[in-house]
Each structure stands twice: as C-alpha cells, then as structure tokens.
C-alpha cells in the first residue's frame, strides 16, 4: 500500500498548466498498437478521438519479467473498461517511475503542463500554495500519466463534482510479517461487520501484500465523518478477532500473526492504488477486485498480473460491475 500525504485544498481557481504542442505524424490505431510486436521508439496513439504521444516502448519497467512500458499501456488499453470507472473525474497523485520500479521513483502532485485533452483542477490549500491537481477523465488520459512512468493509477476517493464527499470507504489488510492467511480470515470478519449493518463488501488484492475492503457511498457525507466511520469499523473487527487482526499502528507493539486493519487511508488528499491498477511490484501483479468466494478459497496476491487479469476479467467477469449502483446511505450521528 502507498499513499501521500496532502494538503487539504480549499479554494478552486482557473487551471495555470501550460498546453504542451500536439507532436505531428500519422496516428495508429488502438487494434494496430495491440498487434504490434516488441515494439521500439515512438508513436502516437488514436483512442477515443484523442492523439496521445507514447515514447520509448522498449524501455524496461519491470527488469526481472522482461516486461516493459509497451507491455504496460497495452495491459490499460486492455483493462480500460474496467478500471476507468474507478477513475473517471477524479484528481491524481502521481507515483512515476519513469526508469522502471527499481529505480529511483517520485510523487507529484502538481502539473506544469500537459496535452490539450488531460484536464487538471486548480485547488489552493489552506496554507495558500495553489497545485494543480491532474485528473482522469478518458483511457487516453491514462495512458499519457503511464507514458510518464505512472505505473499505479492513484486516484482521489471523490470526484470533482463532489470533490469534498467521498463515494466509498474502505479498510486497508496490511499483514506486515502476518501469515497470509490470517489475511483472508481478517477480510471474511470484515464481512461479517459489513453484512450485520447492511453494507455491501467489496474485497480485492492490494496487489502488494494484503487486501482492500471498499464500500460503496453516496457522496454526502465529509471525508471527516468517512474516517470515523472507517475507524469505528476497524475497530469493531479487531475487537471480533483480537489474535489476528489489530488497529495498533506501531509494528513494535503488534503480535507477529496481527493483520494491521487500517482505517487512516480515509482521510481527505490520501490515495490507494485503484481497483485494477497494476503494482510497481516484483511479479507485475494488480490490485485486483474479487468475489468472496475467491477470499474464501485462499486467493494469493500473485494470481493476477498484467499478463492475464485482462483475460480473467473477460473469461469470469468484472467482480465489481454493480459496485456504485449499491451506494449506500449511513446511518450517522449528527
């Protein structure tokens, strides 16, 4: 799990990014890309009416599998029906890693400039420093923030229609030196909360080490009263399984078999890697959505990668499809 720290904005403005000039030449077509073998150097892209400049496809982004940035847009392109559900008008924190994952990787927050068709959100915090935020709103969009090196998709938990009021919750399983395992248990107790307060559960891989639980919201309440519910569920599942799951933050003091039920990645300007959203991890795995039936026969992280979650979500269907059809309604205090 990877998150940052943000600032919270404040005040929207006009956009200061600056338009970068669309590069000129003859665009190729989405079912041309995906034919094209080991491909090297340069293109440019036609998805959806938008032209998007991709450069040096034979780069490695992933050393030990051979696998590189062409291997990479090709799994978005695939997967984009999927994952731009998750993502659609949402800002963005990027997590680049322009020479691969075992090179030097950096955050940003800030866009000074982009193509015509990425679209930004201009926000200025509390402190006064004015950031303009990048957000997703098409496969192409995607695919120029993957061109940089983006390899997660790290997307806002509201949309900027609603930028103030998340549309799900979610708890994050993070095993730390916990056996797996105990992983899966921790996510069927979270479950059992879940079902007992009427709320639909949404597991899925974090892609690295444990499991995310989301559940879906209407977008009315603060990100303020999100966390506590957050931490209220958290709270309730370690208390039901007190040998295995924890909310206790410091390593030091948890049992080696403790499951971290983390709540804190609610708070307003914190980001997870998206449902779908490809891991700068050893083995190209994915965050990957799942069906309780999947948890409950022992899914492991490395089951799903770029190489075949596409053909999975085709061959067994997308475990999330109804997911923002059952936002819910809490049930809070004032």
């Known amino acids: 799990m990877v998150s940052r720290k943000t600032e919270p904005p404040s005040v929207k403005k006009e956009t200061g990014v600056k338009q970068t000039r669309e590069k000129t030449g003859t665009a190729i077509t989405v079912e041309e890309f995906l034919k094209l073998k080991k491909p090297k150097g340069d293109v440019i892209l036609a998805v959806e009416g938008e032209r998007v400049s991709l450069t ?18 090709r799994y978005y392109l695939e997967i984009g029906p999927h994952i731009l559900p998750f993502l659609k008008n949402r800002p963005a924190i990027l997590q680049r890693y322009p020479r691969g994952i075992k090179a030097p ?39 120029h923030f993957v061109n940089q090196g983006n390899i997660e998709q790290h997307p806002w938990h509201s949309t900027t229609k609603h930028l103030d009021k998340p549309d799900y919750v979610m708890l994050d ?35 690295s080490s444990g499991i995310h639980i989301y559940v879906p919201l209407k977008p009315k309440y603060e990100f303020r009263k999100v966390a506590d519910v957050a931490e209220a569920l958290a709270a309730e599942v370690a208390q039901r399984a007190p040998k295995i799951a924890t909310i206790q933050r ?46 409950e026969k022992g899914v492991k992280i490395s089951d799903f990668t770029i190489q075949n979650a596409p053909q999975l979500a085709r061959k067994n269907g997308d475990a999330w499809k109804d997911f923002f059809a059952m936002a819910q309604t809490l049930k809070l205090g004032r």
């Open 173 to 207: 399983l993070d095993p730390k030196q916990a056996p797996w395992r105990n992983v899966l248990q921790v996510a069927l107790v979270c479950k059992e909360v879940l079902d007992e307060l009427g709320l639909p559960a949404f597991p899925k891989t974090s892609g």
């Open 56 to 73: 040096s496809l034979d780069r490695v982004y992933w050393p030990d599998e051979k696998l590189t940035k062409f291997d990479l847009i």
């Open 105 to 143: 990787m950096f955050f940003q927050q800030d866009l000074e400039s982009a193509p015509a068709f990425i679209k930004t959100i201009h926000l200025t915090n509390q402190e006064g420093r004015e950031l303009d935020y990048a957000v997703f709103t098409t496969v192409g969009s995607v695919l």
């Open 250 to 295: 410091s390593l030091a003091k948890r049992e080696k078999q403790q499951v971290y039920v983390d709540a804190m990645q609610n708070a307003r300007g914190k980001t997870i890697a998206a449902p779908y959203s490809a891991r700068a991890k050893h083995g190209a795995t994915v965050s990957m959505p799942l069906t309780w039936k999947q948890v």
